[in-house]
């Protein structure tokens, strides 16, 4: 693994970690795992966003075209962003947006990496994270608030198919709003694993 890696995901994760208060518990699989067997991908991202802390509605809705060329989820976000927790905060309503030929093919832990990831966009905006543009630093939030263990599964799965690494963020000026797309992610199966580790050391008691 390539030393400036090592360093940049190591700075990241101290960062995120104290800005977010340390590193969660790891979800609850299970419920999430039972919403994806019936394909209710909204309650899916409803548990997700309950372990985030999100008061605030998301509207979710299900694509055949749109949106970015080939994202298999995206989250629109007003600009600027309400403080979380912020009674502008709760009012908000945050469109996302999942394709359904993804839905159609993604493994359990792939359906949950595009959520978390969408949801921990909200996360980073709505706290002004200095780190909030950094797709890397997006996938880390949501590995550190709870989601790491199906990110480093879900790596591996992927691996041999060559899924991975491949995430961009698009800005549209003039919109009044970010835009972001996610794939599988900024992380090599061996960094997301690597990152598992070092988030061991800011872990809640």
């Known amino acids: ?43 899916l991202v409803g548990c997700i966003q309950k372990a985030m802390r999100l008061n605030l509605r998301i509207r979710l809705g299900y694509v055949n075209s749109g949106g970015p060329a080939g994202a298999p989820a995206w989250v629109f976000l007003p600009n600027p962003m309400p ?11 945050v469109e996302m947006f999942l394709r359904k030929s993804f839905l159609e093919e993604a493994n359990f832990e ?33 590995m550190i608030l709870g989601y790491r263990d199906i ?31 996610s794939r599988w992610g900024y992380l090599t199966p061996e960094e997301a694993r690597f990152a598992s580790k070092v988030m061991e050391r800011f872990s809640r008691s």
């Open 110 to 142: 792939l359906v949950v990496m595009a959520s978390s990831h969408e949801l921990s966009h909200i996360v980073l905006s709505s706290i002004g994270h200095a780190l909030k543009a950094e797709e890397v630093a997006v996938d880390l939030t949501a």
């Open 83 to 93: 403080l979380f927790g912020s009674s502008d905060f709760q009012k908000l309503q």
């Open 151 to 181: 990110f480093v599964l879900g790596h591996q799965k992927a691996e041999p198919f060559n899924m991975v690494s491949e995430v961009m963020a698009v800005l549209f000026a003039g919109h009044g709003s970010a835009q972001y797309r």
């Open 1 to 43: 693994m390539d030393q400036a890696r090592v360093e940049l995901i190591s700075s990241y994760v101290e960062q995120l970690s104290h800005s977010l208060g340390g590193v969660n518990p790891l979800a609850d699989k299970d419920e999430l795992k039972y919403w994806y067997d019936r394909g209710d991908y909204a309650a």
